[in-house]
């Protein structure tokens, strides 16, 4: 018999075959019986260990799954285990990585914005709670006080740049229909994902929108919302543009609170 | 009673939250899995808030990683902290394992030797995530398919001696009892006795699977309580009185009145059981 191995020695032996299922360490230390080998006691962790992981993905990227089948997206999947190991307790984060490693293996773009476009659903969906503002709050507000309102988008909105149709692919799967093929727009798009009650809602965001949106993300006021929308359209339809994008907005239960700069 | 809690739990799955709130079902208790509920916000914490007014709650971790050898994660400990001043739950418990080494998670329940070290070791750990959580823990005896040759005790020796220097209570899985007995070949009563009789304060039923490959039992939480397991379970109550008792149902989870007829079996088994002792 070898000599014990301490407890640390142990953990990564047991680490090793499960990761990469090289029982070599391990099997100095674990003996086969009548029930099973050593070597299949071993590989119960190594499969569950991949199983998983696989499994976790698949359940945050259903729809990338389904386009691929089982057995492609498990093959992606295993190369992601690999490139990124989970380092936080929860399972909740692990796939937190995968669209940004699909882009640096130069996976198609179909599947890095189906991925981007999942993984934010799921971010959208437990996202952090906040108070939201509602139009009476706004309508107490003095005239003079709106040009230095500052206004912040819920917490758990997120905002995606997206060249194809990840969207619709999403919403036919999720109406039970088949998959598009991917469609390359070949021209960025802004979406909008956020949640109202429970539900996780999107929707295509005209450029001047986008553009409001990103100034109140960057802590913008709502005077410098008005004066990027002037950039875009005559001046004498700012006012109404930035009211209308406002109300939106607030019936969305996009914005959170707001208040006077000094 | 050891507990707060009391009577027959079900551990709480998303599936299920909307029949719990509509339908008031007989349930005294749920269990949540913690890491569940350690993200920032939405549905998941508010069906919580909602479903901790109407149900005493058990938090159930498994990322708490109390035989490893990494440091423990005092982020995570806090956010646990957290969660607990949340739902203020009966009991918090984790398992007898070890999920992480060199800070890589390996999200299962990673089987412990059963040595003098390993148990110096985890006591130590536990006393200092009971004094963070200013509260005892337990601590679940968890399936395992491999076991460390150099053990110098066994499983029910290292969980006995782990509540005397640590102070922490026991989770038993009677299902984790059976399937290591199977797969270990050890009777599952002589593991029964060598447990401390007002060490166990919660009862975890389940079932599992067979690997295909090699006949090992596989705890995977997708099937009813095999009848194995039943019977073990009237044994433990015997021996460790009326413990709160729960279904765990992880996959292949059926609609909730599949599981309260499984619950209702447990009171079945718990009332002949306490019926024959009164008779005695």
Redo the contacts between chains.
Sequence with gaps: ?ST?????Q???A??TC??RGDPGA?LK???G?A????E??????AD??RL??IE?LGNDHPVLQASLGREAFAALANDYIDAH????????D?GRHFATWLRTVHAPLAQIELATFEWAQGE???????DLAVLADLASLAPDAWPALSLALH??ARVLCLRGNAAAQVAAHGRGEAIAAFVDGGEERHWLLW?RG?DVHWRALAVDEAAALAVLSAGGTFGELCTGLAASIPEHEVARRAAGLLKRWLCDELIVRFSIQS | MKTGLRGFGLGLRPAHYQAILDDAPAIDWLEIVS??Y?????????MLDRIAERHPLAMHGV?L?I???DPL?RD?LRRLAALARRVRPQLISDHLC???????????L????H?E??LR?VAARVRQVQDVLGRQILLENVSS??????DTLSEWQFLAALVAESGCGLLLDVNNVYVNS??H?FDALTFLDGLPRDGVQQIHLAGHSR?A????L?DTHDAPVCDAVWQLYGEALARFGAVPTMIERDDHIPPLAELLAELDRARSIAAACFAEVIAA
């Design positions: 018999m014990a191995p301490t407890l640390l142990w953990q990564r047991l680490r499960a990761m391990l230390h674990v003996r019986d029930t099973a080998t050593a299949r006691r071993a590989a119960i962790y569950a260990y998983r992981l976790v190991p989970s380092t936080t307790p929860s399972v909740r692990f959208v969906f437990d996202g952090r709670d906040a917490p758990a949640r429970f | 890491e569940n350690l993200v920032n916000g939405g549905r998941p914490l508010q990322s990683s035989g490893g050898s994660d995570y070890w999920t992480a080494i060199d800070g890589v998670q390996l999200h299962d990673m089987p412990l030797p040595t070290e390993a070791h398919y491999l076991r460390f040759d150099g199977r797969n070949g690997d490959g090699s006949g090992l596989i």
